[in-house]
């Protein structure tokens, strides 16, 4: 297997679960955790007023994750990307590029109306160059 274990991220709590999942098994493997954030549109959301208001792109989950699980583990090294487009493209992608071997990511949408709307997850295992493992987010 290759060095590389790649996770999506977006921001939702679902995701932060596969996220930390991904960096156990990045730290039981000795490999690196790559964390990856796609958008469509790069709307930024302002927060605070005034002077003091903050922009936050939606580009910045997968830093924002990533910095958080390096300051967890130390241990692990941990590297991040921004891509354009849809969540599973962009992490076939990023899994292609890094010639990752396994992508992990959370079991999302898997359930109930979203198996027939479709799921990252779904797309993910189909279209995967690689293993692809995915985590339980559920908290039932």
């Known amino acids: ?3 590389e274990v790649v996770v999506g991220v977006d921001g939702s709590a679902s ?6 999942v991904a960096l156990g098994l990045a730290e039981k493997l000795g490999a690196t955790l790559h964390v990856v954030t796609a958008f469509e549109t790069e709307k ?17 989950s997968a830093e924002n994750v990533a910095k958080s699980l390096a300051a967890s583990r130390p241990g692990v090294r941990i590297t991040h990307f921004a891509a354009r487009g849809k969540p599973a493209d962009a992490l076939i992608k990023e899994a292609m590029r890094l010639d990752a071997g396994l992508i992990v990511v959370g079991n ?3 359930r109930g109306i979203g198996r027939l709307l479709g799921s990252v997850a779904n797309s993910v ?14 908290e039932d």
């Open 125 to 138: 295992a189909h279209n995967a160059p690689c293993d692809v493992y995915i985590a339980n987010t559920y």
């Open 1 to 3: 297997m290759s060095g």
């Open 108 to 110: 999302r949408r898997m």
């Open 44 to 60: 930024p959301e302002t927060f605070g007023v005034g002077s003091d208001q903050v922009k936050v792109f939606s580009a910045d």
């Open 15 to 20: 995701a932060r679960k596969a996220a930390e």
